[in-house]
């Protein structure tokens, strides 16, 4: 997936980031047959409630929720959010970049109206701070480099 990268060790098995163990714990301690079920409540408990903030309804919640799961099911989450232990970090994240994308139309609008340059900075900031660095193999077409290693120099020299 990330192309080859040159390591000195010897590594066998599946990878997992630590913050991902708190999911593999709610799967395992579930009935046989309900992990999944068991972890999909705690996390859309968790997106629902961190989401109510910034939806305008319930309909909106789920239907975001809807479209983070499939990341979450496919491992995306646990590779490119910062802390992908809870529903709060997940959608910190994703309500970080898509504001971020929003209000700069993708980065192609430096100085938006309705925010500071302060204010922008602030929130590049926060984006970096929820989002993992990425492999040099992925880099290159990773949001974290175009919002934030590519554009926060732009936003800061003006």
């Known amino acids: 997936m990330f192309g080859e990268t040159p ?8 990878y997992y980031r ?9 799967a395992d301690q579930a009935p046989a047959g309900s992990e999944r079920a068991a ?3 705690e996390l859309v408990e968790e997106l629902r409630s961190s989401l109510a903030a910034h939806c305008g309804t ?4 789920e239907a975001k929720i809807q479209g983070y799961l499939p990341y979450f099911f496919n491992g995306t989450f646990g590779l490119c959010v910062a802390d992908p232990s809870t529903g709060v970090g997940i959608a910190r994240k994703e309500i970080l970049q898509e504001r971020l994308i929003d209000i700069t139309a993708n980065c ?23 989002a993992m ?10 949001s974290r480099k175009r ?6 120099p732009v936003v800061a020299k003006a």
Do not use: Q
């Not at 660095?133 to 990773?142: I, L, T, V």
């Open 58 to 61: 319930k309909e909106a919640i």
């Open 7 to 14: 390591i000195e060790d010897s590594l066998t098995g599946e």
């Open 108 to 130: 192609s609008i430096s100085f938006p109206a309705n925010i500071s340059k302060e204010e922008l900075l602030a929130l590049i900031d926060d984006y970096a701070d929820s």
């Open 39 to 41: 972890v999909l409540a």
């Open 18 to 26: 630590p913050e991902c163990i708190r999911w593999v714990r709610i």
């Open 133 to 142: 660095p990425f492999s040099p193999a992925e880099y290159e077409r990773s």
């Open 147 to 152: 919002l934030v290693d590519d554009f926060r």
